[in-house]
């Protein structure tokens, strides 16, 4: 059985699915889903156990040996991942029946159940195979669950907001099609390992360099860096809370994962790095996305919209910590992804919770809030502290690392611009305190009562690991730190080899 | 040099028809092809890259030392059952734009979000009394 935790990691959820449909009850339907993303996630425990103490793991499907089969292969960097997205995606459930009663038409709800595992599947799949046309598979699976789980939403802009995801989700991962296609054509592979291996040889060919843009493209439209992070506000704010919860803390982040796999393991970092100007294009382009996305953040009026574009803000974070391209600014990418996805969840489940109770999310509904959903504030208090970066929230422990990791290469202005973007966040984290604690309550809120308990424990539980890992920070920092320098020793030894062949 | 790569002259060439249309189009079901045009050059991409000089079917038959690589042909099947789903969502999704909204142009629809962009009243579109009765309307 414990053999078998890569390939099960992944059937669980996506055999669940259809099942679904047999059951009669949607409470039953909730608590199957419940449970089934509750062995997902103490697989993904047991995973990362094993491969903290005895390393990579490698599972064969059907037997079939790695070059000629599909091969899940897990390392540090993956079992991290793999741990966040089932961690979120069950706490979250928590919450979602009592959310969906109020957002999803009764007649959907055994649907969205459906939807929402295979969408965890197709995460699951991304990040635990260790096959390129697997990863594209498995994209498209977690894709087109999104836009049906986006259209969902009771605003009818959710369709329109999910129509445009769409076409923009299908262009990404066609280019990534066409990457994979040309890496093929040049290496006769589509195994990872079998590829970073291959590709040195080829690795000066204009081929080589084409599909390296087309999968690099597709990924960060996947991952909506700025400036291809047009389809995500409207997707992440009128999609239902639950979804909005869920993608907000996951879906971006496994793009995150591919552009690393894709760049240190795949492509190797001598070739991302030191032959094509990667460096600059995405420090540039972190730091436009940290203060656009940050400014725009501060002058929107639906709360929802706002967590969204600080989520563009927060990936901008993210690349900039991986364009820094060593160890300590990988650690703080990993570190930020793991965090965010604490934060952004929590956030967003307070949203809902506040969606559950007034029905809006617009910010001049959240007068006075503070003293009717006084737990819900307090939550989306702690949760935009995080955001910031103020010590004791785990938001701090990731910039922390970052300004570090720029420290390090001396690159003291990029700091002072990082610790100028956080600035920001306090503006658009201000403007919903100033809301909720300093104007008196509207009138029609008179009745409006605290969450209801299905709603807190997941919001507390969130908050407390914000808290928790912000002040114990070993398992996120020793994870993420030994998946930066297992990253670093592989492609660091690619750069050997091909010094070796000149 | 240019009859050497005819088929990726073909494939370049689809592939910019599908863009041009996704991007230039506002009509959502001329989208739609466009984007299904898109896909289809990555498909015959993949295709044509398989095809080798003198190769036949790769079926195992004596006397034949050359076969075309069957793998592409594979994969490629999987990616039009995936391009066919994305198809067939973003046609269900259109339906439904067409119900919520009344039109399938996408300026109308831009015009009607910022049109309700102040009002922070939900336009419901989901439970089917209110579809009912714009019907009746």
């Given at each position: 059985?414990?053999?078998?935790?890569?390939?099960?990691?992944?059937?669980?959820?996506?055999?669940?699915?259809?099942l679904?449909?047999?059951?009669?009850?949607?409470?039953?339907?909730?608590?199957?889903t419940?449970?089934?993303?509750?062995?997902?996630?103490?697989?993904?425990?047991?995973?990362?156990?094993?491969v903290?103490?005895?390393?990579?793991?490698?599972?064969?499907?059907?037997?079939?040996?790695?070059?000629?089969?599909?091969?899940?292969?897990?390392d540090?960097?993956?079992?991290f991942?793999?741990?966040?997205?089932?961690?979120?995606?069950?706490?979250?459930?928590?919450?979602?029946?009592?959310?969906?009663?109020?957002?999803?038409?009764?007649?959907?709800?055994?649907?969205?159940?459906?939807?929402?595992?295979?969408?965890?599947?197709?995460?699951l799949?991304?990040?635990?195979?260790?096959?390129?046309?697997?990863?594209?598979?498995?994209?498209?699976?977690?894709?087109?669950?999104?836009?049906?789980?986006?259209?969902?939403?009771?605003?009818?802009?959710?369709?329109?907001?999910?129509?445009?995801?769409?076409?923009?989700?299908?262009?990404?991962?066609?280019?990534?099609?066409?990457?994979?296609?040309?890496?093929?054509?040049?290496?006769?592979?589509?195994?990872?390992?079998?590829?970073?291996?291959r590709?040195?040889?080829?690795?000066?060919?204009?081929?080589?360099?084409?599909?390296?843009?087309?999968?690099i493209?597709?990924?960060?439209?996947?991952?909506?860096?700025?400036?291809?992070?047009l389809?995500?506000?409207?997707?992440?704010?009128?999609?239902?809370?639950?979804?909005?919860?869920?993608?907000?803390?996951?879906?971006t982040?496994?793009?995150?994962?591919?552009?690393?796999?894709?760049?240190?393991?795949?492509?190797?970092?001598?070739?991302?790095?030191?032959?094509?100007?990667?460096?600059?294009?995405?420090?540039?382009?972190?730091?436009?996305?940290?203060?656009?996305?940050?400014?725009?953040?501060?002058?929107?009026?639906?709360?929802?919209?706002?967590?969204?574009?600080?989520?563009?803000?927060?990936?901008?974070?993210?690349?900039?910590?991986?364009?820094?391209?060593?160890?300590?600014?990988?650690?703080?990418?990993?570190?930020?992804?793991?965090?965010?996805?604490?934060?952004?969840?929590?956030?967003?489940?307070?949203?809902g919770?506040?969606?559950?109770?007034?029905?809006?999310?617009?910010l001049?509904?959240?007068?006075?809030?503070?003293?009717?959903?006084?737990?819900?504030?307090?939550?989306?208090?702690?949760?935009?502290?995080?955001?910031?970066?103020?010590?004791?929230?785990?938001?701090?422990?990731?910039?922390?690392?970052?300004?570090?990791?720029?420290i390090?290469?001396?690159?003291?202005?990029?700091?002072?611009?990082?610790?100028?973007?956080?600035?920001?966040?306090?503006?658009?984290?201000?403007?919903?305190?100033?809301?909720?604690?300093?104007?008196?309550?509207?009138?029609?809120?008179?009745?409006?009562?605290?969450?209801?308990?299905?709603?807190?424990?997941?919001?507390?539980?969130?908050?407390?690991?914000?808290?928790?890992?912000?002040?114990?920070?070993r398992?996120?920092?020793?994870?993420?730190?030994?998946?930066?320098?297992?990253?670093?020793?592989?492609?660091?030894?690619?750069?050997?080899?091909?010094?070796?062949?000149? | 040099?240019?009859?050497?790569?005819?088929?990726?002259?073909?494939?370049?060439?689809?592939?910019?028809?599908?863009?041009?249309?996704?991007?230039?189009?506002?009509?959502?079901?001329?989208?739609?092809?466009?984007?299904?045009?898109?896909?289809?050059?990555?498909?015959?991409?993949?295709?044509?890259?398989?095809?080798?000089?003198?190769?036949?079917?790769?079926?195992?038959?004596?006397?034949?030392?050359?076969?075309?690589?069957?793998?592409?042909?594979?994969?490629?099947?999987?990616?039009?059952?995936?391009?066919?789903?994305?198809?067939?969502?973003?046609?269900?999704?259109?339906?439904?734009?067409?119900?919520?909204?009344?039109?399938?142009?996408?300026?109308e629809?831009?015009?009607?979000?910022?049109?309700?962009?102040?009002?922070?009243?939900?336009?419901?579109?989901?439970?089917?009394?209110?579809?009912?009765?714009?019907?009746?309307?």
């Amino acid at each position: 059985m414990l053999v078998h935790l890569p390939v099960l990691q992944v059937i669980v959820p996506l055999m669940a699915a259809p099942l679904c449909l047999i059951l009669k009850r949607v409470q039953l339907v909730w608590l199957f889903t419940l449970l089934v993303s509750g062995i997902a996630f103490l697989i993904s425990v047991l995973l990362l156990q094993q491969v903290m103490s005895s390393g990579t793991i490698i599972y064969e499907l059907g037997g079939w040996e790695a070059p000629w089969g599909i091969e899940y292969r897990i390392d540090k960097l993956n079992a991290f991942l793999l741990l966040i997205i089932t961690g979120i995606s069950t706490v979250v459930l928590f919450a979602a029946q009592t959310s969906i009663e109020k957002e999803i038409s009764q007649d959907k709800h055994t649907v969205f159940y459906v939807l929402y595992l295979l969408s965890l599947t197709g995460m699951l799949g991304i990040v635990a195979t260790g096959d390129a046309f697997n990863v594209f598979v498995f994209l498209e699976i977690s894709s087109l669950s999104a836009y049906a789980l986006i259209a969902l939403g009771k605003d009818r802009r959710a369709l329109w907001a999910a129509y445009q995801y769409l076409i923009m989700g299908t262009i990404g991962a066609t280019f990534i099609l066409i990457g994979i296609g040309l890496m093929y054509q040049m290496t006769g592979t589509l195994n990872m390992e079998d590829l970073s291996q291959r590709l040195p040889e080829v690795a000066q060919t204009r081929t080589v360099f084409t599909a390296y843009a087309f999968v690099i493209v597709g990924i960060c439209l996947k991952l909506a860096m700025f400036p291809l992070h047009l389809w995500l506000p409207n997707a992440y704010a009128y999609a239902p809370s639950i979804v909005t919860a869920f993608f907000a803390a996951t879906a971006t982040k496994v793009a995150i994962y591919l552009l690393i796999r894709f760049t240190f393991s795949v492509f190797g970092l001598s070739f991302s790095f030191t032959t094509l100007p990667l460096q600059i294009i995405f420090m540039a382009l972190g730091m436009l996305g940290i203060f656009v996305a940050s400014t725009t953040a501060i002058y929107q009026t639906n709360v929802k919209h706002l967590f969204a574009y600080s989520s563009i803000a927060q990936i901008g974070y993210m690349i900039v910590g991986f364009s820094i391209s060593s160890v300590a600014g990988l650690t703080a990418t990993l570190l930020h992804l793991f965090n965010h996805a604490l934060m952004k969840s929590a956030l967003f489940l307070a949203l809902g919770a506040v969606m559950y109770r007034i029905g809006s999310v617009q910010l001049s509904q959240f007068q006075g809030l503070g003293r009717q959903m006084p737990l819900t504030m307090a939550a989306i208090v702690i949760g935009g502290l995080s955001l910031i970066g103020v010590p004791l929230t785990v938001g701090f422990v990731s910039k922390w690392y970052l300004l570090m990791a720029l420290i390090e290469n001396g690159w003291w202005p990029l700091a002072v611009l990082v610790l100028l973007g956080s600035l920001l966040a306090i503006v658009y984290v201000w403007r919903i305190v100033e809301m909720a604690y300093f104007k008196p309550s509207l009138a029609t809120h008179a009745n409006v009562k605290e969450a209801p308990i299905s709603f807190l424990i997941p919001i507390w539980i969130l908050v407390f690991a914000n808290i928790y890992f912000g002040i114990d920070t070993r398992l996120g920092v020793q994870v993420a730190q030994a998946a930066s320098e297992s990253l670093f020793a592989v492609s660091v030894s690619d750069i050997t080899i091909i010094e070796d062949s000149l | 040099m240019i009859m050497g790569l005819f088929n990726d002259w073909v494939v370049v060439v689809l592939m910019m028809i599908g863009l041009y249309i996704i991007i230039a189009h506002g009509n959502l079901i001329k989208k739609i092809v466009g984007l299904t045009i898109f896909q289809t050059s990555v498909f015959i991409f993949y295709i044509s890259m398989a095809k080798i000089d003198g190769g036949t079917a790769p079926i195992l038959v004596d006397g034949v030392t050359q076969y075309s690589n069957p793998l592409p042909h594979v994969l490629i099947l999987t990616a039009i059952v995936v391009g066919i789903a994305t198809t067939a969502v973003a046609l269900a999704l259109i339906v439904r734009i067409k119900e919520a909204y009344g039109t399938i142009e996408e300026e109308e629809i831009q015009e009607q979000d910022s049109q309700h962009k102040d009002s922070h009243k939900l336009n419901i579109h989901n439970s089917s009394e209110i579809n009912r009765d714009k019907k009746e309307c």
